[in-house]
């Protein structure tokens, strides 16, 4: 900005308002951005890492379908938990010391797992990944959220799904070489060093977010700390602001900070349709995602008959052809069909694929395993370019600027119930039902689908900070804000 630009700022909506309209824009934003859609990679590649060796973990440990469940389980219970403590702790102590602890779960999980001797402790560190998980996601997206401005808000926080694929198609990466430079004798062990690589980009990230990172202005300035919030402006995007004379200065009401109550807020009137929206479609998607992409592998090695090399190849393939490319088609046209128009089109193709996939069966012949394998290629291209974002996406931007970590942690939560629904009962419903278990999977498309069809909420392009302005039935006790 140049000094004609100068940009006073009296109250917390100035500070909001400047960010929305794009009015402040470059400095270390897209950094910041960067660094947390790395924060994003490392949650999916952690989450997805251990997918290849399920049948290798079954075997080393002497598992039964169930307890194979419980391993693939674990991560989810602790994302469970670690969701519901670090949306409202996002909302209560800050982004910025949130985003900087949570890397430490990442590194010593990733080794722990690594190493583990037994089924329990790879079930716990697991555990352990999966909170470190939770407590990372909704501060990830928050930043996503809160650095960008309204216009272009919802693609960029929809960019955390092609990072997701990108981070899951690169676990199969790391297996890659590995399954050739290591001999045949150490291919059971492959998962071990997929899982143990997590820790690397966890410290890497780690490094970098503590040059570049900062707090939210957008919560500073809702917090009252405007002198704070200014500064933050112009670090993070060199703008020239400046904070008007005390006598001018307008503080917000401040309400009580953060607790496990806030989660009351959102099932009040004005928040309530989102909040059901936001965590069906977040759980169905999570369901459909996890019997299908994340148990790939196991498709490609049992329904399909392949070996343990194509158990790898195909889901990288997969993952980056068709995931990233998806999930890239989902951010492009999130402006021009909104949040619930690309989960309900996903939904709706993710259904028609998923009923041909039981319908279909084991294929015979080497023609119908390439129709089974255009099938479960558009089944990951039409779910990352909808659902696969959107339970997140709206759960982010339902809600205003004090709220959003706990709506986002929420969003989450309920997201891992369907994950660890998926996680536990696949494996037994496969094996009890073979491809028919696709007919049970596409339930949750068809329920993802029913709940947009009645629930008729967008939140792209729609200014919560603005409009819930004026919320009063969502207010807990107000104590005076803290001052500049």
């Known amino acids: 900005m140049s000094g004609t630009d100068t940009l006073v700022i009296r109250k917390a909506g100035d500070v909001v308002d400047a960010i929305n309209s794009g009015r402040v824009s470059g400095g270390n934003e897209k950094a910041i951005v960067l660094i947390a859609l790395g924060g994003i990679f490392i949650d999916a590649y952690d989450f997805t890492s251990l997918a290849f060796g399920l049948a290798d973990i079954t075997t080393e440990f002497g598992l039964s379908s169930f307890a194979a469940g419980v391993v693939g389980a674990s991560i989810m219970v602790g994302a469970f938990i670690g969701a519901i403590f670090g949306g409202y702790l996002v909302d209560r102590i800050g982004r910025y010391r949130m985003f900087m602890a949570d890397m430490l779960f990442f590194v010593v999980a990733a080794i722990g797992c690594a190493l583990a001797p037994n089924v329990e402790l790879l079930t716990l560190f697991r555990f352990l990944m999966g909170f470190g998980i939770g407590l990372d996601f ?100 060199g703008a020239d602001a400046v904070l008007a004379p005390e006598s001018e200065l307008v503080y917000p009401e401040k309400r009580a900070p953060a607790s496990m109550r806030s989660f009351v807020t959102l099932f009040r009137p004005r928040y309530r349709a989102r909040t059901i929206a936001a965590g069906l479609v977040g759980m169905c998607q999570s369901i459909q995602y996890y019997a299908v992409g994340f148990f790939l592998p196991f498709i490609v090695g049992t329904f399909l008959a392949q070996g343990r090399l194509s158990t790898i190849t195909v ?170």
């Open 138 to 237: 909704p501060v990830a997206l928050a930043f996503l959220a809160e650095f960008s401005a309204l216009k272009g808000k919802g693609g960029r926080v929809t960019l955390w799904q092609p990072m997701w694929y990108a981070a899951t198609g690169s676990s199969f990466l790391v297996l890659l070489p590995l399954y050739f430079l290591l001999p045949e004798s150490m291919h059971p062990d492959l998962w071990r060093y997929a899982v143990g690589f997590g820790a690397v980009p966890a410290l890497i990230v780690l490094a970098v977010r503590t040059k570049y990172m900062d707090e939210s202005a957008s919560w500073a300035a809702n917090q009252g700390d405007l002198r704070r919030a200014v500064d933050i402006l112009n670090k993070s995007y």
């Open 315 to 484: 889901p990288l393939l997969f993952n980056f052809a068709f995931g990233v490319t998806g999930g890239f088609l989902g951010v492009r046209l999130t402006n021009r069909l909104g949040s619930r128009g690309l989960a309900m089109s996903g939904f709706a193709v993710c259904l028609v694929v998923l009923l041909l996939l039981g319908l279909i069966g084991a294929p015979e012949g080497t023609f119908m395993g390439l129709v089974v394998g255009a099938l479960l290629g558009m089944f990951v291209f039409f779910h990352s370019y909808g659902p696969g974002a959107q339970g997140m996406t709206m759960a982010t931007l339902s809600y205003p600027t004090y709220l959003r970590g706990t709506g986002s942690g929420f969003g989450q939560a309920v997201l891992r119930i369907g994950s660890t629904i998926s996680l536990l009962l696949f494996p037994i419903l496969a094996a009890d039902l073979g491809t028919g278990v696709f007919y049970v999977v596409a339930i949750a498309p068809a329920l993802g689908l029913l709940t947009l069809l009645l629930i008729k909420w967008e939140p792209i392009g729609y200014d919560v900070d603005v409009a819930d302005a004026d919320d009063d039935d969502g207010r807990l006790a107000v104590i005076p804000a803290r001052r500049a």
